[in-house]
């Protein structure tokens, strides 16, 4: 057993994460959608999903179990390759993108050790952006081939932008890989971590041991909203603009088809969330120094009262299903808090998970936050914004970045 | 056969399907989509000898921008099925035998010259982009200016081209 692990063990560690990533994601895909209906439902003063599950939870399951039995008629004059292809293309590429990111820093179990993640490659940021290059295609090919004017206009107006935006997301981080002087994501959190400043060392403060005061909150600006419409998600989702053009690329689409787009967008939406907590917020840094260990126990701190919330809350509700599950929840949840403080060793080792997921957490409820707040552009806005505002200050955030730390090197 | 050569010839034969396919089919759109297939194959045999900088820009800037915008303009144009004529006679009788004369020679000379190429990295030795930068920016920095000049000129002269209507 050992001989075979010692020769195979890589091959098995990657295949047992890849499904784990995968199921973990796909689920979390599924519960984004719920909280993105919950807090734009209360943003708008509604309630959200309320009937399907104690606070609409199994809302999530419900719309799965609906896209899986409805009807996928095919239309007609499709281009049937591109048509086949491109939703699966989607899928492919949103969920490959998430291969590179690095979750934690690297971890020990039972001896070996392994990154944090599926991939650690030396040019991971570059693997990322070579990934969301491609990714067009699916839009694209799915308006192209679905033989309807919305859909074409739709993957049109996608690839416009996308082509529009990548160059102002690719310069935005160019900051950031002039201090970090590196491509691979784990490094640039590492970086981040130099100084054992805690959260003033993180890009966007970047008081970082060797360049004090070098803010990059204009590339982290520049990167979120070019990765905002790179992930055609409001205020730029002009290429799915129901109240100009249906459903524009995806029109045609129903069922698993519609599904794998559905995911694929979240997905995306997802990595773009994980990136920028780890190029701008410190990946999975925790917000206070590394000296004070006292702050390990802040996920205890949130577990325990977020258990018994749950427990309570549970209690009260009027269904057998919801006072089952939700007090089951809370109890899980606050043995677990309560388990952290009994187990050093295993506190030790979420510390960094716990902070990426509070943080690209915190960054995809921005996201949601923002579409319920802000109105679609126009089309000319859009390109505007991209190629006149955007784009030179992307430029002029790498000049002064540059400038700056070449006056810190002579200094 | 070692794996590298294994994954070697997979990219090789796609890519070379991909570059047969994109003549013949008769869809702009299937056409842009082999060329695609031709770049990524083309990438995997760059990472394949080590060179992952270059990899990754072939797939960012042939794969995706270049290509996008390919596909972008047969979209917009809403380019329709090619039709399919007869073979001219030129095409027969002269072209042919001058398309496989060409491929000979240039069979014949990288089969001479195979023994002096350096080889490929050994087994998973990449060349650090570090390493890569260093040599543009210092060895090779007239070139590198020189090329991003040339870029330059042709984007200001498609300003101008474009500008010239109105």
Redo the contacts between chains.
Sequence with gaps: MNAIFAQYGFLIVAIVKVILLVLIVLTADAYLTWLERKVIGHIQARWGPYRVGPHGLLQPLADGIKFILKEDPLPEGVDKKAYFFAPFLTLMLALTSLAVIPFGPDITVFGYRTNFGIADINISLLALFAITALSVYGIALAGWGSNNKYSLLGGLRSSAQMISYELAMTLSVVGVLLIAGTLSLKEIVEQQANGNLGLLGWNIIGFSKDHAGLTQIIGCFCFFMAAIAETNRVPFDLPEAESELVAGYHTEYASMKFAMFFIGEYTAMITVSCLSTILFFGGWLSPFPASWTLTHYVPSLILVPLGLWVFFDGIRYETIFGRIVLPGIGSVLTLLGLGLFAAPAINELIQGPFWFFVKVFAVLFFYIWMRGTLPRFRYDQLMDFGWKILLPVSIANVVLTSAFILWRMQG | MSAALLIFFVLAGLAVLGAVALILQS?P??SA?SL?LVMLSL?GLYLLMGA??VA??Q??VY???VM??F??VI??L?AGEEERTNFSKLATFAGVPLALALGGVIAAAIARSSGHLPAPAANGA?T???ELSKLLFSEFVYPFELTSFLILVAIIGAIVLAQREN
């Design positions: 869809h759109i299937h989509l695609i990438a992952e900088f990754a820009v797939i960012i794969g995706g921008a996008v915008l596909v972008f979209m917009l809403n990449l650090p982009t570090r």
